[in-house]
């Protein structure tokens, strides 16, 4: 059976890509959010060493558009490409799809009433791109992917109730598939912030600790609020923290934080960052 060595979540902002174009790193603006991420891809070399990455994200117009926007969607496809969305991202090199999970996982969430769309051709955008590159810089892709897209774009949006069932049950999939391999679940998104309207550039740093928090010591905490609710303490584009949500979901009952980093603003967007590893999974990840 496979391995589900953890979950790790992020922002996707698209300002995340020009920085990482023009080499702005060490800049003092960018320092103390690239600096998060060096003991995360520690970490992944020495301790999780994924085979494949489930990336729970949300697409942005790329794939999706708003006259045909599903509420979940998994990709099925041989590899996944990205392409110009406006934002000047330079187009990364292509992600080989793990199929094989795809459809374990499409069959077994079929089979626990989430009603898909399968995408056996799909492109991907920063939303999945720029988080795969933070974690891998050199974009010399060591995993193979399976994308789970939820729309966090256009009402109705899935409740927060309904993605953490999401990610329980992308959970049992993953520990239910017959391969020797180990499976990183990766969330994008969020934190706190809105781009438009009178409340363009609110950030909420309290909602976005305790939510962090949250994930750690009560992972149900955020399904008491409904999705009006959500966008007035997390602003009109912070519910993307749905995509968190399902992704701790996914590691079951109990986590260890492995790392955590926060830190505001990048882009009038505050940027979050955790790895937290399944309890269940300590003896398999460190083994004696």
């Known amino acids: ?10 922002s996707h902002v698209p300002a995340i890509g020009r920085a990482i174009a023009q080499g702005l790193q060490d800049e003092p603006y960018w320092k103390p959010f690239f600096d998060g991420f060096v003991p995360v891809r520690r970490w992944l070399h020495d301790t999780a060493r994924p085979d494949v990455v489930v990336v729970i994200y949300n697409d942005h117009g790329l794939n999706f558009f708003l006259d045909k926007m599903p509420t979940f969607a998994v990709g099925a496809a041989p590899e996944y490409l990205n392409a110009d969305e406006g934002w000047g991202i330079p187009q990364v090199p292509a992600f080989r799809g793990e199929q094989d999970l795809s459809w374990h996982l499409i069959e077994s969430l079929v089979a626990d009433e989430f009603d898909l769309t399968t995408c056996q051709e799909m492109v991907v955008d920063h939303a999945f791109t720029l ?4 974690l891998w810089p050199d974009q010399a892709w060591p995993v193979r992917v399976v994308p789970v897209c939820i729309n966090t774009v256009q009402l109705p949006l899935p409740s927060a109730r309904r993605c953490h069932a999401l990610g329980e049950a992308i959970g049992r999939a993953v520990r239910a598939w017959r391969a020797d391999q180990r499976v990183l679940v990766l969330g994008t998104g969020g934190l706190s912030h809105q781009l438009d309207g009178p409340r363009a550039g609110f950030i909420n740093k309290a909602f976005d600790l305790r939510f962090m928090d949250s994930l750690v010591t009560e992972p149900r905490w955020a399904t008491q609020y409904s999705t009006h609710e959500l966008v007035e303490h997390a602003g009109t584009q912070g519910v993307e923290l749905l995509m968190w949500l399902a992704t701790r979901a996914a590691l079951g009952e109990q986590v260890r934080e492995v790392h955590r980093n926060y830190h505001i603003p990048i882009s009038n967007t505050a940027s979050g960052l955790m790895v937290l590893e399944p309890v269940a999974a300590q003896t398999a990840l460190h083994p004696a």
Request: aromatic share 0%; no cysteine.
């Open 131 to 134: 988080p795969m590159a933070l």
């Open 1 to 10: 059976m496979a391995t589900l060595v953890g979950g790790i979540t992020t």
